[in-house]
C-alpha cells in the first residue's frame, strides 16, 4: 500500500502489520485472506505472510473460515495505558460516579477525527450501540469528542476533521462548518459538552474534560444513557454535576500524580 509523508525511517513491513490487525472491525471477528488482501490493499502472498507472522507471535489464529485475532491484541492498548497511568489515577472516581449514577462511564481520547475508548465502567443496560475499550466512533458527533475538539485551535480542528473516520458509522448529525463552530463555541464557554441522539438513536451523553497540571485536555469522561430510559432534565440536573466533580477529582489527583519526581533506581 503507498503512503504519503513517509521518512526515510519509515518501516513498511511494521505499517502492513499494522494495517492488518487493524483491517478486523466490530462485527467482523473471522476474515479470510482475500478480505484481509482486500481491506488493506495488500498482495495475498504479503497478506498470507504477515497473517502467519502475526500468527506466529500469538497476535492472530487460524479458523476453518479464516483468521480472527486473539486476545494477545489487547496487550497493545494495556501497554498504552499503563504507560499513561491515567487511569489508575481516575478508576477510583469513575467507580464511584458509576454506583451513584447507575449509568456507564467511559473515557476516551482522539485519533484523526474519531474518538477511541480507553477505558470504561459499564452497567448492563442495552443501547443502540456496543461500546468496548477500543471502539472508535466519529468525533463530532459524540459529547467525548466535542469536549476533545473543543480544546483544538482553529487550524489544528480543521486538519483534525479533514480526516476520514475509521469508525464505519454514519452518525444522524451532519452540521455545516457554521453549526459546528457555534456548537463547540457552547462547549468551551460551559466547560461540558452534551449529545442527545446525534451520533445514533437511542443515545443521550454529557461528558467533561480530564486536565493535566498546565490545564490542557489530555482525555474526556462521559456518562451515557438510553434515551427512553432517561430524561434529558435527569441526565442536565443528576447526573452532569455528579460528572463534573469527577472530572475535576480526577484532574486534580492527576496533576498531582504527574508533578511527582521520578524515583530512579540503580542496580
Same mark, same amino acid.
Given at each position: 500500500m503507498a503512503r504519503e509523508r513517509t521518512g526515510p525511517d519509515f518501516i513498511e513491513a511494521l505499517a502492513r502489520g499494522l494495517d492488518v490487525i487493524t483491517a478486523f472491525r466490530p462485527? #467482523?471477528?473471522v476474515m479470510s485472506l482475500s478480505a484481509v488482501a482486500a481491506a488493506t490493499g495488500l498482495?495475498?502472498?504479503? @497478506? !498470507?505472510?504477515?497473517l502467519l507472522t502475526l500468527e506466529e507471535l500469538g497476535y492472530v489464529r487460524q479458523t476453518d473460515t479464516g483468521f480472527s485475532l486473539t486476545p494477545r491484541v489487547l496487550d %497493545?492498548? #494495556?501497554t498504552y495505558m499503563r504507560s499513561l497511568g491515567l487511569w489508575d489515577v481516575a478508576r477510583p472516581h469513575v467507580e464511584a460516579l458509576v454506583a451513584q449514577t447507575g449509568e456507564s462511564s467511559s473515557m476516551a481520547q482522539l485519533d484523526g477525527s474519531d474518538i477511541v475508548y480507553v477505558a470504561r465502567v459499564a452497567v448492563p443496560k442495552i443501547i443502540t450501540l456496543a461500546v468496548t475499550i477500543g471502539t472508535r466512533f466519529p468525533a463530532l458527533q459524540t459529547s467525548l469528542g466535542k469536549v476533545l475538539l473543543a480544546d483544538l485551535r482553529a487550524?489544528? %480542528?480543521d486538519e483534525v476533521l479533514a480526516q476520514p473516520t475509521r469508525s464505519g458509522l454514519v452518525p444522524r448529525w451532519q452540521p455545516d462548518r457554521d453549526e !459546528?463552530?457555534?456548537a463547540l463555541r457552547e462547549v468551551r464557554a460551559r466547560g461540558w459538552?452534551?449529545?442527545?441522539?446525534? %451520533?445514533a438513536p437511542g443515545i443521550r $451523553?454529557?461528558?467533561?474534560? %480530564? !486536565?493535566?497540571? $498546565?490545564?490542557r485536555v489530555v482525555a474526556a469522561l462521559n456518562v451515557t444513557v438510553h434515551a427512553a430510559e432517561t430524561p434529558l432534565e435527569v441526565l442536565l440536573e443528576e447526573h452532569l454535576p455528579l460528572l463534573l466533580r469527577t472530572a475535576s477529582a480526577? $484532574?486534580?489527583?492527576? @496533576? !498531582?500524580?504527574a508533578a511527582l519526581p521520578e524515583v530512579v533506581t540503580s542496580a
Open positions: 462485527g #467482523v471477528p498482495a495475498r502472498p504479503t @497478506a !498470507r505472510r504477515i %497493545l492498548g #494495556v487550524d489544528a %480542528l !459546528r463552530d457555534e459538552a452534551l449529545t442527545d441522539e446525534q %451520533l $451523553s454529557v461528558a467533561a474534560p %480530564l !486536565r493535566d497540571g $498546565s490545564g480526577v $484532574s486534580e489527583d492527576w @496533576a !498531582r500524580f
